[in-house]
């Protein structure tokens, strides 16, 4: 008794995993799908950073400019983009 017992709790416990993986793998490709859609919206701030740069305005200034007009935005992503 004890060893079906055993095969059952194995055998639950493997599909158990089996639904969590596959959960997981999911949600994965939902984040990603939105990382990437992000991605796509951060070029519509480029341009106006690329110009606020050439009128001499700093990163942090720029940062905080385009932080008001709804755009989240850090200094440091601001360098990477820009560069």
Known sequence: MFIIG???FIVY??????????QHKIQRKENNTVYDT?????????????????DGMSYR???DK???KGFTVSKSTLQRKIN
Request: proline letters at 0%; zero cysteines; glycine letters at 0%.
């Open 66 to 68: 385009l932080s008001k």
């Open 6 to 8: 055993s095969i059952i």
């Open 38 to 54: 992000n991605d796509l919206a951060l070029e519509d701030w480029i341009e106006d950073a690329k110009k606020m740069k050439e």
């Open 61 to 63: 200034e720029i940062s």
């Open 13 to 22: 416990v493997y599909f158990l995993i089996t639904i969590i993986r596959k």
